[in-house]
């Protein structure tokens, strides 16, 4: 884990080439820097909430904002590993305290559809199901999977395999895939 160049304490997770330097800065640094580019004035705001999902179980979000030329960028981020995200964008200008007020909503909205329920066949052997014929998730990287992604659906992680079984009861259904970007 490289360390930030500027402050040195956190972790260094974005890299930037300025003519010939190179920098490595945390979030925080970078905002600062951007700030200062971009003569945009970041606003002090929540870093984390917490919320309950559909089952009433509380998940709580650490927030983090970015700084671009094309505007600012705001993700809640579940604190576990492969749980739920939510992002939202919005241009340099708009008020900040709004965007991380439609990033609540986005999430509370999110967190509240469930997609995959747990059963128990009468021989009491476990399966899980689709809901209502259809579910959303997320694309990630799986490291012990040779080129095969991990999909996030209702906070968490399920192999490619897993998601096969889940829709092997739909076999000789059509399918309709949809890729979007997470701030949409």
């Keep these: 884990m490289a360390k930030c160049d500027a402050c040195g304490l956190r972790e260094a997770k974005i890299h930037l080439s300025i003519e010939d330097d190179q920098l490595s800065l945390c979030n925080d640094c ?3 820097y951007m700030a200062g580019e971009l003569e945009v004035e970041l606003e002090e705001l929540l870093e984390s909430f917490s919320l309950k999902d559909s089952e009433g179980v509380v998940r709580t979000f650490l927030v ?13 981020k ?32 999110g967190i509240k559809e469930k997609y995959i329920e747990s059963k128990v066949f009468l021989s009491g052997q476990p ?8 579910f959303a998730g997320r694309i990630e990287y799986d490291e ?13 992680a399920y192999t490619w395999e897993e998601v096969g079984r889940l829709i092997m009861s739909y076999e000789g259904f059509q399918i309709k895939v949809k890729m979007y970007d997470q701030t949409d």
Excluded: W
């Excluded at 904002?65 to 993700?75: A, D, K, N, S, V």
């Excluded at 576990?80 to 909503?105: K, M, P, S, W």
């Excluded at 040779?146 to 968490?156: A, K, T």
């Design 30 to 32: 970078y905002n600062e």
């Design 144 to 156: 012990f999977a040779e080129g095969l992604p991990l999909i996030i659906i209702d906070g968490r």
């Design 78 to 109: 579940e604190n576990i590993e492969f749980g739920y995200t939510f992002a939202v964008h919005g241009e340099l200008e708009d008020e900040q305290q709004q965007l991380l007020n439609r990033l609540i909503e986005k999430t509370k909205k």
């Design 127 to 134: 399966y899980e199901s689709l809901i209502k014929d259809h």
């Design 64 to 76: 983090e904002t970015r700084l671009y030329p094309i505007g600012i960028f705001m993700e809640a």
